[in-house]
Nanobody, 125 residues
């Protein structure tokens, strides 16, 4: 069974850090692109960052550049999202998603094949 499982969410004060994990099972991420997306209450889901597993090329939303870092561990079939200098506006459910179409234009469109269930990140002021 193909599955993506996010973990690492929680409650943190503004200025703090969290590291989210996206673990894949049932398939190998080597030829995929992985994206992180988030959805805040009452808002549409938005792109956060993405990585092409084979080339380690990355893409970031302007709102998180310089604060968030995406990385991968091919041996563990896992992608990480390190979030530093968190702000209350980063509060959202964070989802990871995977697709074999690794073009960032496609990833940004959010039409990815596989999605995780999400993990809640809450940043208090």
């Amino acid at each position: 069974e193909v599955q993506l499982v996010e973990s690492g969410g929680g409650l943190v004060q503004a200025g703090g850090s969290l590291r989210l994990t996206c673990a894949a099972s049932g398939f190998t991420l080597d030829d995929y692109a992985i994206g992180w997306f988030r959805q805040a209450p009452g808002k549409e889901r938005e792109f956060v960052t993405a990585i092409k597993m084979s080339t380690v090329t990355t893409s970031y939303a302007d709102s998180v550049k310089g604060r968030f870092t995406i990385s991968r561990d091919n041996a563990k079939n896992t992608v990480y999202l390190q979030m530093n200098s968190l702000k209350p506006e980063d509060t959202a459910v964070y989802y990871c998603a995977a697709d074999q179409d690794t073009r960032f234009k496609h990833i940004h469109s959010e039409s990815l094949d596989y999605w995780g269930q999400g993990t809640q990140v809450t940043v208090s002021s």
